[in-house]
């Protein structure tokens, strides 16, 4: 199937240079990670739904095939773990995923949760759960970069799987406070659906058309909007907006009698109004003054 993505974002390096990070698209709409240390020249992917495409290209660009981190459990996201061992791939790699759900993690090597630590290489990272998407949900932070799984996907979040609201609403905040140069690296390119729900509940607002603007031009030529950044999710995400006036009335316009304050009732009735899929009829493309 073709991907959404034809032209994926080139290698990029975290602030501190020792990282240095390969997007390869999968699927529809996945987005695998593949970070390598730049000073061993260790590769560990990050999810993802199948391992060819993983080890084509490192074998094409020369990487080291050293490990796998999962921040959750679905299938499109542990199949790269099933694909490795089915291939006889797995043996000697280190494949770390949530101790909470162990038993649901192929090939498991290390159990992790809140407060541990991974390495790539030389690199040490920060094991945060963050939960609401899926229990056990993890998300790793490296110097300037989250891979944060389904946890917040650009310009949205994931569904409530597992829930409950709290704990997603709970596990957004904490990412949203990082440094506002944090790069997310989330696991879809879904950016243009959650930016045309984020103007259903938000229209006018500047900083949403601005990157309405940007991310249009940059889908219409096949690329790819991901990793956004902490400071752009606070500008325009809904589902990390509810103290916003603005998205406030927005939403109570779409649901009246959602309780204003309450921030998790807010998020949940965000996500909930979201999963009606309302905006893709709702909102055109000349609503937000792109080309279609």
């Not at 990272?125 to 891979?147: A, K, M, P, R, Y």
């Not at 989330?186 to 045309?196: F, I, K």
């Not at 204003?260 to 965000?270: E, N, S, Y």
Request: proline share 6%.
């Amino acid at each position: 199937m073709q991907h959404v993505v034809t032209r994926p974002q080139p290698p990029f390096r975290s602030a501190d240079g020792r990282l240095e990070i390969h997007q390869i698209p999968s699927w529809l709409d996945n987005l695998i990670w593949l970070a390598v240390c730049t000073e061993t020249g260790a590769g560990v992917v990050i999810d993802g739904p199948e391992a060819k495409p993983v080890l084509d290209y490192c074998e094409a660009q020369g990487i080291e095939l050293t490990g796998v981190l999962n921040t959750h459990t679905h299938p499109d996201h542990i199949g790269v773990n099933k694909q490795l061992i089915k291939l006889g791939r797995a043996d000697g790699l280190s494949i770390t995923g949530a101790a909470r759900v162990a038993d649901r993690v192929p090939g498991l090597t290390r159990g992790v949760d809140e407060g541990d630590t991974v390495q790539i290489g030389a690199v040490t990272g920060q094991v945060w759960l963050t939960e609401g998407h899926l229990n056990g949900h993890l998300s790793f932070l490296f110097d300037d970069l989250i891979f944060c799984g389904d946890t917040l996907i650009a310009g949205g979040c994931g569904f409530l799987f597992d829930g409950p609201a709290a704990k997603l609403h709970h596990s957004l905040q904490r990412i949203v406070g990082l440094d506002p140069a944090t790069r997310i690296c989330g696991a879809h390119e879904y950016t243009q659906d959650n930016l045309r729900f984020a103007w259903f509940v938000e229209p006018g607002s500047p900083a949403l058309k601005a990157r309405v603007d940007r991310v249009w031009a940059l889908r219409a030529e096949g690329g790819c909007a991901v990793p956004s950044t902490v400071g752009e999710e606070r500008d325009t995400n809904p589902f990390v907006r509810g103290h916003v006036p603005a998205l406030q009335a927005g939403l109570q316009a779409r649901v009246p009698g959602v309780d204003l304050r309450d921030p998790v009732a807010i998020f949940a009735a965000t996500r909930a109004l979201k999963d009606t899929k309302q905006h893709r009829e709702a909102v055109s493309d000349a609503d937000l003054g792109v080309a279609p």
